[in-house]
């Protein structure tokens, strides 16, 4: 690996409040960044406060794109109108392919005690939006967990490293997926297709994003509660330095497509929407 992607934007997320009530951190989906294609939203929850949660989110449609939720602590029960049900526990990934549509709720399994993790939005292509929808969940037994380098672990929800493949594949998007944990001192190297957009967000201690410079030290220095969006060439080279530190990494193949999205709709076209909600209203999902 030779060229190395360089920070070009740094967001920090913004208190928000979706479903009935929840409140949460949005990242992607927000006025600094809006999308990241084939990203359309990245939200993070994490509160010890069951007011701020115990709402949850009741049925609500989508049509047009995939869901993923990645549980760190706590308990969420998912259910649909296809007949899906589950509990997603610490350490479980729910990745939901809304496609034509589909109407699902999820809602804690706990009235006290924390709970944390993260909402991504995927969008499909246009050949895509309309297929069947499709529901899958992953506990965390199922998902891989690799130490590529001394002071490094990482769990592979999607994409592959140090020749594990994860429990996830979407070839329209081809995405990679990682939870990535470095101890003070260590650093790490990860492969990234060219032209993918790729995004790194911190949610504990704190990492430094190298660059092509970093001879002695440099790089961007990013705490917990920042995404850095990074060019689409080359490789990411991720240090701990005082601490450690702990982020998601996030890459997909961008779709180059025009995005019209209302609420919990992402199509096409404004005609495209427009047919989501009827059929909504309809009952035809």
């Known amino acids: 690996m030779t060229a190395i992607r360089r920070v070009v934007q740094v967001v920090t997320g913004q208190a928000a409040s979706d479903g009935a009530g929840v409140r949460l951190t949005r990242v992607i989906g927000g006025p600094s960044l809006p999308d990241l294609d084939p990203f359309l939203l990245l939200d993070e929850f994490g509160t010890d406060r069951p007011e701020d949660y115990i709402a949850g989110f009741p049925d609500h449609p989508h049509r047009g794109f995939e869901t993923v939720t990645y549980m760190l602590d706590g308990r969420m029960r998912h259910r649909d109108n296809h007949g899906n049900e589950g509990v997603l526990v610490p350490g479980a990934v729910q990745w939901m392919t809304a496609g034509r549509g589909i ?7 706990q009235e006290q005690g924390r709970m944390r993790g993260f909402q991504l939005w995927v969008n499909l292509p246009a050949r895509d939006k309309m297929t069947a929808p499709r529901y899958q969940e992953f506990g965390p037994d199922r998902i891989p967990v690799v130490q590529p380098v001394p002071g490094a ?29 470095l101890a003070a001192g260590s650093r790490l190297d990860l492969p990234v297709p060219d032209g993918h ?5 911190v949610f504990e201690g704190a990492l430094t994003i190298a660059d092509d410079s970093d001879q002695g030290g440099g ?14 060439h080359g490789h990411l080279s991720l240090r701990a330095e005082a601490g ?30 427009m047919a989501a909600f009827e059929d909504f209203r309809a009952g035809r999902f």
Not at 103 to 109: D, F, G, L, T
Not at 197 to 201: D, L
Request: hydrophobic letters at 45%.
């Open 219 to 232: 790089g961007r220095s990013l705490s917990a509660g920042h995404l850095a969006r990074l060019d689409r």
């Open 153 to 181: 672990s990482v769990k592979v929800i999607a994409g592959a490293l140090a020749g594990v493949q994860g429990v996830i594949r979407q070839p329209a998007t081809d995405p990679i997926y990682l939870d990535v944990a």
């Open 103 to 109: 109407i699902h709720s999820e809602m804690p399994e």
């Open 244 to 273: 450690a530190g702990r982020a998601i990494v996030v890459a997909g193949r961008p779709l180059d497509e025009p995005i019209a999205r209302h609420g919990p709709f992402v199509m096409n076209s404004r005609e495209q929407l």
């Open 197 to 201: 957009n790729a995004f790194v967000y």
